[in-house]
């Protein structure tokens, strides 16, 4: 029985909606009250027991790096302040036994291209893919949930959600045969196609648990919507091959590669900040919205 030990954070996008605010600092360092959303993004893989995180970076995302890298000059301030819970925040960033890893995705050439760069550092092992854009709040991880259902089910395996149909062609979307509680044996899945050809109201969310045969997949795929290297097609392919399933996960997605979905992710994790938590609840009560 194979476990996953090893997670992909494709982080070289461009950020584009975000701009003019994502021009110089990348989309995945935008912080939610306190941390940026690469953070919750690896802070979630190491939950599930991930022992390696391989980041596939931009040219403009050497603060992706610098994050998960020691600063000692500012541990000694914090040290010679006495911050010591500052200090602990800052240090705990990555935990000793887990090993980051960057990789340069040349040119954006689309996600699964992305996933492709990080190639011969996954091996022949079966690996996770998280993208930092679906922050996903929930009592146990989402990729802890899925990585637990995959110890059962040695299957690759897709996060999914119920989404408005007319939204379709933000999302792959899935056709599903049998369904068991939460799980879903997918039978095909496109890439954002329009809302009359979409096969269910069931869209793909930036989780994934692969084999690694989807690299030779991916190196065989033609460039597909937006003329970008798709995972979802890759997946398709998979599925030909082997079980696939959809997991439809506990828990609340926010689309932080919106605006709406980042400030709906802020207001929802300030309520539960211990530090900022009164205070904000006691802000937003004054602006009697």
Do not use: W
Request: charged fraction near 30%; glycine fraction near 6%.
């Amino acid at each position: 029985m194979k476990k996953i030990k090893k997670a992909v954070f494709p982080v070289a996008g461009l950020g584009t909606r975000f701009l003019p605010a994502t021009k110089a600092s990348p989309k995945e360092m935008l912080p939610v009250v306190d941390k940026p959303l690469i953070q919750y993004a690896a802070e979630e893989a190491v939950d599930a027991g991930i022992k390696q995180l391989i980041f596939v970076i931009g040219r403009t995302k050497n603060a992706i790096i610098d994050h998960f890298d020691s600063s000692p000059e500012l541990e000694r301030e914090l040290i010679d302040k006495k911050k010591n819970n500052l200090l602990n925040s800052v240090k705990s960033i990555v935990p000793n036994n887990v090993d980051c890893v960057f990789v340069r995705q040349n040119i954006p050439a689309g996600l699964g291209h992305a996933v492709h760069c990080a190639r011969h550092i996954v091996n022949d092992e079966p690996f996770a893919v998280i993208l930092a854009d679906d922050l996903i709040k929930s009592k146990k991880s989402c990729l802890k949930q899925m990585t637990d259902i995959y110890s059962r089910e040695q299957s690759p395996l897709i996060a999914i959600q119920k989404i408005n149909k007319k939204d379709s062609d933000k999302y792959g979307i899935i056709e599903y045969g049998d369904k068991h509680n939460n799980l879903y044996d997918i039978k095909s899945i496109i890439e954002k196609p329009k809302p009359a050809k979409a096969k269910s109201n069931l869209g793909v969310v930036g989780r994934y648990v692969l084999p690694p045969s989807i690299f030779n997949n991916i190196a065989s795929s033609k460039p597909g919507v937006g003329k970008e290297i798709q995972l979802t097609d890759a997946i398709e392919k998979l599925i030909l091959e082997q079980r696939v399933l959809g997991y439809e996960f506990e828990g609340t997605r926010f689309d932080c590669g919106s605006k709406i979905g980042y400030l709906q992710a802020t207001t929802e994790y300030a309520l539960e900040h211990s530090e900022v938590r009164k205070e904000y609840k006691s802000y937003l009560k004054k602006l009697k919205i």
